[in-house]
């Protein structure tokens, strides 16, 4: 039984002692007082408070909303903003423009106020955006006004509990290595959080108009009738999204109206992403009910978008089906010379083949939109298969799921302008590269140590085939914590999760289809491969 050692105890009361928030204060003196006296879970759950701070992963510091150094609350978002503070100066950006912004999650509002007022007595020129709004607004506005850097405080789609702080720099792009690392050594050097000097000398910045001036220049095409059905799973896209999609001429937009206004708890899923079994099912059902076209789903702050399509019954397209459609809709109406698309090793390599046949660049980059967004010059369009996607980089360099839903729609009403669906254009690149399915097999885990001792049992003694097909085994570290593994027509690559306790399979298979009448077939080969490989994949990860 884990026991209440002096040190925990001192380290703990340190932390209260230091604390600018009363209510953590007394969160953390009621679980000390059951520790102290011998309760067994308070004394684990105090050893997991205390075993922080927070590291930034792949989209900056994610935790649950609770107080100790490994959650978020008001003294982590003090501290961790002195840190960032101290880096920026010492990068030569002291007095620079900083903004901030803040979806509507639990503890949002003050984690905003608290980094703006740290960055205002900083000496920084902090814009803060008038109310929650998402997160691609933040990275609009950073880009648009100049800023040395953004912060959005945001935990995007995972669930009720946490919250979250998300990092840009360099114009607009999440910050990459080394740092994070040089950041999260400043922060260690900040004092205590009491000490931490703040002002309420900022001012706001109201960039929505400009963000939706912007994202309504996106359509090709100019067809606009189209009936569309939309969720925001109560985030704080479905305004916004509605406002996008009225400025790009489309009219006809049914919410789901249990899931249209912010609330943290979002109390009609159990977990606030479109990826997610069932997540969508309120959505689909409005879609049924109002005859939809399409039907769009943003997650909590708006950055992901998740599409549903008629397909006899309404189904959910994959992040890579939609990347195939956005990927070639985009080059086919391209005006930029010598242009390039991305996705990342994870994605399908369908959009490899896609910019082949137009004559375009293309590159796959590692994980996360940090690294995206500096694929290349001329990057007109990148996206990853976890329903991120960009379809505007010169204004907005992170995914945005508001803009990809509005060039979405301009995709499906110029089809059905014409009598087809987006599945017939799904078609028509199975006929042109070949049937593509993609899976994601994934482990949660209650213990983090797990993750890395299956990656190092997969490392130990690698498969060699999968679905009876041979395989290759490649390790891509130091790179990348990721193990690929490619055959005829199969890829499987590994990786743990960057934002959530996870361990990630995504399957790949593909097969040839030269006539209509061959697509069934194809389609049948290629989904028995990847049935057989996903069963393979989760039997080694135990999933």
Known sequence: MTRLTPDLRDRAFRWIADDVDPAARAELQQLVARAMGGVPEAVDELVDRMSGPLTFGTAGLRGPVRAGPNGMNRAVVVRTTAGLAAWLVAAGHAGGVVVVGRDARHGSEAFCSDAAGVLAAAGFDVRVLPHALPTPVLAFATRSLGAVAGVQITASHNPPADNGYKLYVDGGAQIIPPADREIEAAIAAVGPAVSVPVSASWTEADVLPSYLDSVATLPRGTARTLQIAATALHGV??????LALRGAGFTEVALVSEQSLPDPDFPTVSFPNPEEPGATDLLLTRASEVDADIAIALDPDADRCAVGVRDGSWRMLTGDETGALLGEHILSTCSTPNPLVANTIVSSSLLKSIAAAHGARYAATLTGFKWLMRAGEGLVYAYEEALGHSVDPTHVRDKDGISAAVLLCDLAATM??????????????????????????????????RIPALMAALRANPPTSFAGIPVTAEDLRPEADVLRYTGDGVRVLVRPSGTEPKIKAYLETSAPATTREDLAAARTVATRRLDAVAEEIAALLGA
């Open 237 to 242: 896209g479905a305004g916004p999204l509605a």
């Open 416 to 449: 059905r302008a014409s009598g087809r669906t987006l599945l017939d254009a799904l078609d028509d690149l199975a006929l042109t590269h070949g049937v593509y399915t993609t899976r994601q097999v994934s482990l949660r885990v209650a213990d983090l140590a």
